[in-house]
């Protein structure tokens, strides 16, 4: 039932909290923002000198510890995290192997039985052994590492020295068989292996990958001088993100010590650093220079900044932590990291917009229009409105059903492919495709020796490894995988009787064909290994490898699907409610986000799975969007969509509690908040889009998936379905029913006055609170 608050009774704004007219008594800040925004001003040496002493603290303390690197044992749970744990604590390094294919050129050519074959592999081994650089060459003839028709060969060795530095110490090993594969025209030969691929792939895309990290910087710039027209103003949220994200990369070292991370986690809080950081600063400075240009002194226009702009990015970057907090309920040690990485950076930045940001301001007070560029247009009136979107407003709140039915429409159209959606783990051909030689390298060695390229290992971990009835089960092994059909072999052992191991590695029937070895695989963990090994007392034997790896990855992440949605969208409906005191906005909030989401993912589906429009970004036979893309983007997508949501929500609640009707207070709203909204946006989708130009398909899928679910929240979820479904809504927008009375209440609203002098009090506001 609602009731009208009026002029006679303490005023309640939306969700029935009393207001605070009472002669001023009470009028100073509230709030975390409003408060620190204040103190910020008052003390803007100190609060610069103080941020500057965190950053430069964070980054010192940080790289002196360095950074701890997550271990293979901490990414998974399953067998191949067993496995990689056994491995670990026998002090055993995986040495970096590699292999030498040698194959005829046609059908027509030598096989391994001739003289010409045989003498390359001579050269082979000879020139690997004079460079000093691996352990002693296997020969095909004494492995039997000979492919079933006879014309290919391998020739295996390991590069001496650590696994970890192996690639930067392979090209000596990579020009001895370029050296035979000179003195042996008439046969292929060709080198593949951890370090040799690692090698290939950071030369053809690591500068690729920092190009556009480092692009990124100077786009975001870009972008801002033309919102602001004036080169300080655009050049403060791009330095207090980069500081942010330098603070962060300092923390991270330190967490790093008791939580490993990776370098993908540092790639996506760059990412994530730059366009929450950014953003969040060009909400508050947008608001701040249009209080100013709306005529009130320069402490007055930090202090409503604060109150309204800083709660919206508090606010905004509380739930964008708790989405990122959902990675950490996958297990997944690469998620994890990722996700603690991206919460970090987030609730720096947002700490550094609502402390020192005011500070900044405050020093430089009209400067920070210095630098001004002419000739810029700025699409927006002198209050900051954008006329483009006023046009658009007047339409849909003119038409709300209408323009709900069509927006809806659209989106569930564009959705519509997610329904059909694949998953898989790229292979290196759809990951990479033709434009590395050592992709068709790894193909042929798959098709010559299926499985031969990473074969699945199985740690065999015993009190004695030496014992008869180990042995002897070793054996049966190695004879029922290629009985079985897991394997057509070789089959290796490797043991180390000081440490009680052994290692039997087994190429799998399938190679790369995931689906394929995924059978083979299935037929060595539930038939052949509980034959032998499951009378053994003592016995461990784990299976792990690519393969493994890559299903027990899917496996874990189909089981966190759930939980991580249910944590992600939960706690932001709480927060949501906490922090408006509506229960209509909260699930109206919700609800909106899960539509971008699903758009991305029809989205994803429609470029990279059926191949509509994928020459245009370079994505043509991929035919599957990579296993863990999904419920990443779903995580930061979740989060990323908040700061558009609460910030135009926040600014139609506070002209809602100045005394506007619904439909008013949604036009001024949105009307508003456009400009800085499509500003915010455009970084985004141009900072993502970067990635989405990147060689490889997952950063290009991310990309684009990233940039277009931003785009389409900022244009159709903001400035069409939002307005409209309030406007339908009306008075229902602030509906808090009478159970929830006694949640906390964290809307701490700062009385912002539409004029510089005091206002009078707002019209009677209709409420309904249950």
Not at 52 to 57: G, T
Not at 140 to 152: H, K, L, M, Q
Not at 251 to 275: E, F, H, K, R
Not at 553 to 573: C, R
Request: neutral net charge; proline residues 5%; hydrophobic residues 50%.
């Amino acid at each position: 039932m609602a009731r009208t608050v009026g002029q006679t009774e303490t005023a309640g704004g939306p969700g029935g909290r009393p207001g605070r007219r009472n002669g001023g008594r009470d009028a100073g800040p509230r709030g975390f923002a409003a408060r620190a925004g204040g103190w910020s001003a008052r003390h803007r040496w100190a609060a610069v000198g103080i941020w500057v002493l965190f950053v430069l603290v964070t980054m010192v303390a940080g790289t002196a510890v360095g950074q701890k690197d997550l271990k293979d044992s901490d990414q998974l749970k399953g067998e191949t995290s067993q496995a990689a744990r056994i491995i670990e604590d026998a002090g055993i390094e995986d040495p970096a192997t590699e292999r030498v294919l040698l194959a005829a050129w046609d059908a027509g050519g030598p096989g391994a039985k001739d003289p010409e074959f045989r003498a390359a592999v001579a050269a082979v081994i000879k020139e690997v052994k004079a460079t000093g650089e691996a352990t002693e060459p296997s020969s095909p003839y004494d492995t039997g590492a000979i492919s079933e028709d006879g014309r290919s060969a391998l020739v295996q060795f390991d590069v001496r020295g650590d696994p970890e530095t192996a690639p930067e110490r392979v090209d000596p090993l990579l020009k001895a068989v370029a050296k035979a594969q000179d003195q042996h025209p008439g046969l292929r030969i060709e080198q593949i292996g951890g370090a040799s691929m690692e090698k290939v792939f950071e030369k053809a895309f690591g500068d690729d990958f920092k190009q556009a990290e480092y692009s990124a910087v100077p786009v975001a710039l870009g972008i801002l001088l033309i919102a602001f027209g004036a080169l300080v103003a655009a050049l403060v949220p791009v330095v207090l993100a980069i500081t942010a994200i330098m603070a962060t990369i300092g923390l991270m070292g330190l967490i790093s010590q008791v939580m490993p991370m990776t370098d993908t986690a540092n790639s996506v809080m760059l990412l994530v650093g730059l366009a929450v950081g950014v953003d969040y600063c060009l909400f508050y400075l947008r608001r701040e220079r249009e209080e100013r240009a709306a005529g009130r002194d320069a402490a007055t226009a930090i202090r409503i900044a604060a109150a309204t702009s800083g709660r919206a990015v508090v606010v905004s970057g509380v739930t964008v932590c708790v989405a990122m907090g959902g990675m950490l309920f996958t297990g997944i040690g690469e998620f994890e990291s990722m996700g603690l990485a991206s919460l970090i950076v987030v609730a720096v930045a947002m700490v550094g917009s609502v402390t020192v940001l005011p500070a900044l301001l405050s020093l430089l007070g009209e400067r920070v229009e210095k630098g001004r560029v002419p000739f810029l247009a700025r699409l927006k009136k002198g209050n900051g409105e954008s006329r483009f979107w006023r046009a658009v407003l007047g339409r849909v709140l003119k038409r709300p059903v209408a323009s709900l039915v069509i927006a809806t429409g659209a989106l569930a159209a564009i959705a519509l492919p997610a329904v059909g959606m694949k998953t898989q783990e790229l292979k290196l051909d759809q990951e990479f495709g033709s434009s590395v030689p050592i992709v068709a390298t790894y193909e042929r060695l798959n098709e010559a020796f299926p499985g031969g390229a990473e074969p699945a290992t199985v740690v065999v971990r015993a009190d004695d490894i030496d014992a008869a009835p180990v042995k002897r089960a070793i054996g049966t092994f190695t004879e029922r995988a290629v009985s079985s059909g897991a394997s057509q072999g070789p089959v290796k052992v490797e043991s180390h009787p000081d440490r009680n191991i052994a290692f039997i590695s087994v190429p799998l029937v399938g190679g790369s064909d995931q689906e394929r070895a995924e059978k083979s695989l299935g037929l060595l963990r539930d038939e052949v290994r509980p034959e032998v090994f499951g009378t053994l007392s003592g016995v461990e034997a784990p299976i792990t490898g690519q393969v493994a790896g890559s299903k027990d990855f899917n496996d874990q992440l189909s089981g966190a699907v759930v939980p991580v949605f249910a944590f992600v969208v939960v706690f932001a409906l709480v927060l949501m409610l906490l922090s408006f005191r509506s229960l209509t906005i909260a699930v109206t909030s919700i609800v909106l986000n899960l539509l971008s989401v699903g758009a991305a993912y029809g989205i994803l589906t429609a470029v990279f799975q059926h191949g509509w429009g994928a020459s245009l970004v370079g994505a043509e036979g991929v035919g599957a969007v990579v296993a863990w893309l999904p419920l990443f983007l779903f995580v930061i997508l979740f989060g990323l969509s908040m700061d558009y949501h609460v910030f135009v929500v926040s600014r139609i609640r506070e002209a809602k509690l100045r005394g506007m009707d619904t439909r008013d207070a949604i036009s001024h709203g949105v009307v508003t908040t456009a400009g800085v909204v499509t500003s915010a946006a455009v970084i985004m989708v141009a900072v993502f889009a970067i990635f989405g130009t990147l060689s490889m398909q997952s950063m290009k899928q991310m990309g684009v998936g990233l940039a277009a679910a931003v785009l389409i929240d900022a244009t159709v979820i903001r400035g069409v379905l939002l307005p409209s479904v309030m406007a339908l809504l009306g008075d229902a927008n602030w509906y808090f029913p009478k159970w929830l009375h006694r949640l906390p209440d964290l809307t701490h609203d700062e009385p912002a006055p539409s004029e510089p002098a005091a206002t009078t009090d707002p019209a009677p506001l209709r409420v309904p609170v249950g």
